[in-house]
């Protein structure tokens, strides 16, 4: 009687401790579980955040994208119209050229025309650097080591004022030039008095005689330091006795392009 009563204790202890195992078995099992829930949601919450940094990111290239496409393409937009602006430049630069060479052209054919009776061994006209250069030799103009312009140098002067009076858009430079054979006289001290009192008679007589208007001519001389030959040889010294008269269509038009125009270097 008494090891019953000794087995219904056990037993019944036994059936009040196995639930109590079962439930702290199941408890740890959901607490881990639980811990394992609360790692990976802290896991999902930082690819989350990382995901919306890296959204954000993208974002932000994106608009930095935007800004650089819209900066690009205005640039380009200012491009073209600059590229087209110059080119509209460049032609009015080349069709002023191409009237300035015309321009030259007809000078030349009109001083040739006027002084066709005089010899080819007296004066020559000719076109050098844009210019019309009128090459009047000593013979046809100055008698040996004198600056008085002679008979034959004056109705050669007076032609080529003909035409300067009939086209007034003209610039004009006299140049006296002479060969490397020293002088020295009491009126001319050396080859660059000798070639600059040549050079301003010359002026005189157009615009004394002739009434060339002396604000367009200037006068200058050059000594024996621009030689067209040799100054070997007599023929040579005779070709390098000369004076020029130098003819330029006025390049208003032209010069106000050229500096009107922008340094595209600089850009």
């Not at 639930?19 to 078995?25: F, L």
């Not at 003909?162 to 030039?177: A, Q, S, Y």
């Not at 367009?216 to 000369?242: D, M, Q, W």
Request: proline share 3%; aromatic share 4%.
């Amino acid at each position: 009687m008494k090891n019953l009563r000794l087995s219904i204790v056990a037993l019944s202890m036994a059936a009040l401790i196995f639930p109590s195992c079962v439930a702290k078995k199941k408890y740890l099992a959901a607490q881990s579980a639980n811990a394992d829930l609360t790692r990976r949601n802290e896991m999902l919450n930082k690819d989350l955040a990382n995901a919306q940094d890296s959204l954000q990111r993208l974002g932000n290239n994106n608009d930095i994208l935007r800004d650089v496409y819209n900066v690009t393409n205005s640039e380009l937009s200012n491009s073209k119209e600059q590229i087209k602006s110059q080119q509209q430049r460049l032609k009015q630069l080349e069709d002023l050229i191409m009237a300035q060479q015309r321009n030259t052209e007809a000078l030349r054919k009109k001083i040739a025309d006027a002084l066709v009776n005089f010899k080819a061994n007296e004066l020559t006209v000719t076109i050098k650097n844009g210019k019309v250069y009128v090459s009047m030799q000593e013979s046809l103009l100055f008698p040996s080591g004198s600056a008085v312009v002679n008979k034959g140098g004056k109705d050669a002067l007076a032609k080529v004022a003909g035409v300067l009076n009939t086209n007034p858009d003209i610039n004009v430079e006299v140049e006296g030039h002479t060969d490397n054979k020293p002088i020295k006289t009491k009126l001319y001290p050396d080859n660059w008095a000798l070639s600059t009192a040549r050079a301003v008679a010359i002026t005189h007589v157009l615009t004394d005689d002739y009434s060339v208007s002396p604000v367009k001519i200037k006068a200058s001389g050059r000594s024996e330091y621009e030689p067209v030959a040799t100054n070997a040889t007599e023929e040579g010294r005779a070709l390098n006795r000369r004076t020029e008269i130098i003819l330029e269509p006025k390049l208003d038009a032209l010069m106000d392009l050229i500096h009107g125009m922008p340094n595209t270097a600089s850009n």
